[in-house]
């Protein structure tokens, strides 16, 4: 059947043209799909043959709340939604001072294999369509009845290794007859597939990336992270150069502070002389428990951000949202109605 929602304007369009239909119907239906339509029966001012049609030949994706958690800290929304296959993900709904985030995921499941991330445990099974990427926005606003001003592709995932996915996505969530969520709006994080990066420099769009770093150097930053034994960080950081050079937009560096990992002054020291000359700064996000991971929260996250702005590096601290239900960075996980066990490896780190 064919996915609707995960094609352009113009794509419906040449799709109605196809069936015989004029061309004010893709708008029609662009309009219905961005908006949180649940049925082709609901497309109202649509002819009662053509949803008919549609009904019987097009999927309409509509993922279910499986469990809706509420932070009794923050009023931080977690959604665990569940996909037409049964498979589920989760979404994170954020309130600042200036406006709502909403923190999605890209994949069902994760194949980084990031020690301290619950995203990986199980590993990927399958690729998000731009569709389903999608109606975690549409979804999320329709259920909290508030409007959803900033997105972050930081959930369950690596929104890299989903690019051609998560390349439409973007295209179809800015775009200005549908939920219009400007490209400023948006900040994507990756663990680092520098030739993604790359690839991505060159479309020169306005959004915020994020690098995960978590280290600077190579013996700690393949430890935490596995996707560094193929790049580097020396090889990371020269990409990091480029994308700044082709795009002109800075990067934020994450850096989850781990206790007696990666939060000693020499490390802070060597961060920062890695970051010499690199527009940017660096988040510190205090570490997020996980139940399977032996690894713990640092207690120097402040001496460690002191240490940096000693040498004149840009580095803020990551405010917790969401602690109480496990919504915070790092702790989202893949679910599936029948859930497989699963647990972190443990060398060098127990």
Known sequence: MTEL?????????AYFKELGQPK?????VFGWLHHGAESFGEMSNLPRALRERLEAECLLTVPRVERRQVSRLDGTVKYLWRLGDGNCVETVLMRYKHGNTVCVSSQVGCNMGCVFCASTLGGKVRDLTPGEILDQVIFTEKDSG???SNIVLMGIGEPLDNFDHVLRFLTLVNHPKGMNIGMRHISLSTCG???KID??????LQLTLSVSLHAPDDETRSRLMPVNRAVGVELLMDTCRRYFETTGRRISYEYAVI????????????LARLLRGQPGHVNLIPLNEVAESPLKPSRRVRQFQRRLEGHGVTATVRRKLGGDIDASCGQLRRRSMLERDASFPEEGFS
Do not use: P, W
Not at 24 to 28: E, H, K
Not at 259 to 270: F, H, L, P, S
């Open 5 to 13: 929602k995960s094609m352009t304007l113009e794509e419906l369009e």
């Open 193 to 195: 597939l520098v030739k």
């Open 199 to 204: 690839k991505l420099a060159q479309l020169g």
């Open 146 to 148: 508030e409007r959803i």
């Open 259 to 270: 206790d007696g990992v990666n939060d000693g002054d020499e490390q802070a020291d060597r």
């Open 24 to 28: 004010f119907r893709a708008g029609q």
